[in-house]
């Protein structure tokens, strides 16, 4: 039997990939394209890559065909990214986050898949100043917010109408190998810049923010023993570090690992309107979660993990 993981290959799903390939599992990622990370080529053997975007029905429902039998559950964590890129095109990243969920669920219907979890996101509480926990209503404040919340919706009606059973992860601004800083959006290239050389961070606001960045390996944590938890008592859980701080204060400290001396010009006020951390009291009272990375220990894996790909890409003769 095997598990199938929708963005297998990207940030997050490559350290889902990865846990279950560690737990003996066999991998179907499903995706648009195919990536070369050092963490899962050990592993390559037991990886199944089915190319079709979440978007083209008649490629899933093709898939699930095919994997009739086979396969015993889906973690569903492909979508598109938060941030400011989100809106510049919200008709296309909407349908993505919100439609291609449905394809996958509706599939899970149709071939009596019934483990499906998705991996959400911390945005469905909107604008908030404290910590909110899973009680919390919903109450996004921008189009992510509102497409992870109304895939999270959908989800937890086919679990009541149709018996799936439908789980989902709240997760807060993952860090770690799989992507370097400047591969994301700008908060990431300012907080990590520094282990890639960068010596200056110049932001409008952000000095009254306050956040916690979680080490990538231990949200896939997370996800992959939500995944396989028998008879869990809630439909939701939220998934941080519990560790936050001034987001100056972050950044300096990344720098110091770094060894890097930078120039901070950060302007007051927040850099948007998130709350410094998740409630996730839950995930380790119910399921026993709890993270093995600090933010110095996640730091230092992260700048092993850049060093590294920095010497195989000039090797290779990338760079």
Same mark, same amino acid.
């Given at each position: ?103 996958? *669920? ?7 898949? !019934? @483990?499906?979890?998705? /991996? =959400? %996101? #911390? ?101 992959? *023993? ?7 008592? !809630? @439909?939701?859980?939220? /998934? =941080? %570090? #519990? ?77």
């Amino acid at each position: 039997m095997a598990v199938l993981v929708t963005g297998g290959f990207g940030h997050i799903g490559s350290w889902v990939s990865r846990i279950l390939l560690e737990r003996g599992k066999d991998v179907i990622v499903l995706g648009r394209s195919r990536h070369r990370l050092s963490y899962l080529e050990d592993y390559s053997q037991r990886i199944t890559f089915f190319p079709a975007d979440v978007l083209d029905y008649a490629s899933i429902f093709r898939l699930f065909e095919e994997l009739r039998g086979d396969l015993e559950g889906v973690i569903h964590v492909a979508g598109l990214m938060g941030g400011p890129h989100f809106a510049t095109n919200p008709h296309r990243n909407i349908r993505v986050n919100t439609f291609g969920t449905l394809d996958l *669920l509706e599939a899970c219907r149709i071939f009596g898949i !019934s @483990r499906f979890v998705y /991996v =959400s %996101s #911390g945005s469905v509480y909107g604008k908030r100043d404290d910590v909110p926990d899973e009680d919390v209503p919903l109450s996004p404040s921008d189009v992510y917010g509102a497409a992870k919340a109304s895939a999270e919706l959908i989800g937890v009606q086919y679990g009541n109408e149709f018996g799936l059973d439908f789980r989902a992860v709240r997760v807060y601004f993952a860090y770690g190998p799989g992507k370097w800083p400047s591969e994301l959006y700008p908060l990431y290239t300012a907080v990590f810049g520094a282990l890639e050389g960068r010596d200056r961070v110049c932001l409008e606001a952000g000095r009254d923010q306050q956040l916690d960045f979680t080490y990538v390996r231990d949200i896939a944590r997370a996800i992959v *023993l939500l995944h396989e938890s028998e008879n869990v008592k !809630s @439909r939701v859980y939220n /998934v =941080s %570090s #519990g560790e936050w701080a001034p987001l100056p204060d972050l950044i300096r400290a990344v720098a110091r690992y770094a060894g890097v001396s930078v120039d901070l010009e950060i302007g007051p006020g927040k850099l948007m309107p998130r709350g410094p951390s998740l409630g996730s009291t839950r995930i380790r009272d119910e399921l026993g979660f709890k993270p093995e990375y600090s933010f110095a220990d996640g730091v230092q894996a992260y700048a092993e993990w850049i060093l590294a790909e920095r010497t195989s890409r000039q090797e290779r003769g990338s760079v």
